[in-house]
């Protein structure tokens, strides 16, 4: 289920799920050089690039191993969290950023559909929150928990009923979670992100763009996405991991429960 290699002393240990590629990577590979140790997760046919990420951060004088589990399913997330504290020793940031975009309209979003992504995009981070806070509950030093939204999760989108209404209730789960925890000096907060390049991004387009297609539109939702944002620039993984690096540190004590856009201007709160 796990690898590992070794290195020094560290800052603490985090865990990133959903790491193999794009924002759940630029996060690991940041949190690393800011002196975590850091554990990898993602679904197993993504095994061979989450060693990838491992021999990255390894080669950045960090331990890292990877851990593959479906987030869905509390047997293997709780099997996860156990496996990141044993073999790194503990856990003090836990970054649930697994999570899948599908764009089908209001009519066309079956039952079927509505269950996959709110099992990964909702149930995931509410089981990656719960068994991240019992273990940093159980090591009582603290630690910070921070869930993947999106700029979904604070406005509607066409084609997006699932996909947002998944998005918008991390922020209420972060809401919850972080009222429960605080006093074990435990933060709990998400990040919203805009357009961020990489798969997820051009899937997304690709999809809308037939969809606007077959409806007779000619829109480019690539250029309409850049149109929306104040800065004229769609955002990369660093922009996220950036967000997550400060969460996470100690400096952030004072920050908790907040869904924080990260979107190039799109969202105002
Ligand atoms: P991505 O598709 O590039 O990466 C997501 C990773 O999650 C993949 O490696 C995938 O294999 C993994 N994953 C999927 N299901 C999983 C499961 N059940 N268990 C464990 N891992 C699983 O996506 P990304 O662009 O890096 O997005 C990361 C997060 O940010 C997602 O939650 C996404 O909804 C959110 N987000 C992305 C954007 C964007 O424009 N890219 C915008 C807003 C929000």
Same mark, same amino acid.
């Given at each position: ?10 800052? %603490?240990?985090? +865990? =990133?799920? %959903?790491?193999?590629?794009? *924002?759940?990577?630029?996060?690991? !590979?940041?949190?690393?050089? /800011?002196?975590?140790?850091?554990? +990898?997760?993602?679904?197993? @046919?993504?095994?061979?690039? +989450?060693?990838?990420? =491992? ?11 990877? =851990? ?6 509390? /047997? ?12 790194? %020793? ?9 999570? *899948? ?5 209001? +009519?066309?979003?079956?039952? $079927? ?6 099992? *990964?995009? !909702? &149930? ?20 910070? *928990? ?24 991390? &922020? ?6 972080? !009222? $429960?925890?605080?006093?074990?000096? #435990? ?5 919203? @992100?805009? @357009?961020?390049?990489? @798969? !997820?991004?051009?899937?997304? #387009? ?33 922009? #996220? ?11 952030? &004590?004072? #920050? ?14």
């Amino acid at each position: 289920m796990f690898s590992s290699s070794s290195s020094s002393s560290s800052k %603490g240990v985090a +865990l =990133v799920t %959903g790491s193999a590629q794009g *924002i759940g990577r630029g996060i690991a !590979l940041k949190l690393a050089d /800011d002196g975590f140790d850091v554990a +990898l997760n993602d679904i197993a @046919p993504q095994k061979a690039k +989450l060693e990838q990420v =491992v021999a990255e951060i390894t080669a950045k004088g960090r331990r890292s191993i990877s =851990v593959t589990a479906d987030v869905s399913n509390e /047997d293997e997330v709780k099997a996860m969290v156990d496996t990141v504290a044993k073999e790194l %020793g503990g856990l003090d940031v836990m970054v649930a950023n697994a999570g *899948i975009a599908r764009y089908h309209s209001l +009519l066309d979003t079956t039952v $079927e559909a509505w269950d996959r992504i709110h099992a *990964i995009n !909702l &149930r995931g981070v509410f089981l990656c929150y719960k068994h991240a806070a019992a273990q940093m509950l159980a090591q009582g030093r603290g630690g910070r *928990i921070v869930g993947a939204s999106s700029m979904a999760g604070k406005k509607g989108a066409a084609l997006s009923s699932a996909y947002a209404a998944s998005k918008f209730g991390v &922020r209420g789960l972060t809401q919850s979670a972080a !009222l $429960e925890l605080g006093k074990a000096g #435990i933060t709990v907060n998400a990040y919203a @992100p805009g @357009p961020v390049e990489g @798969p !997820l991004l051009d899937e997304g #387009i690709r999809t809308m763009n037939e969809t606007i297609a077959k409806a007779g539109g000619s829109t480019d939702l690539k250029e309409a996405l850049l149109g929306m944002t104040a800065v004229g620039a769609l955002g990369t993984p660093a922009d #996220i991991a950036a967000l997550v690096s400060f969460l996470a540190s100690k400096e952030a &004590r004072f #920050i908790t429960g907040q869904t924080i856009s990260v979107d190039g201007g799109i969202n105002f709160d």
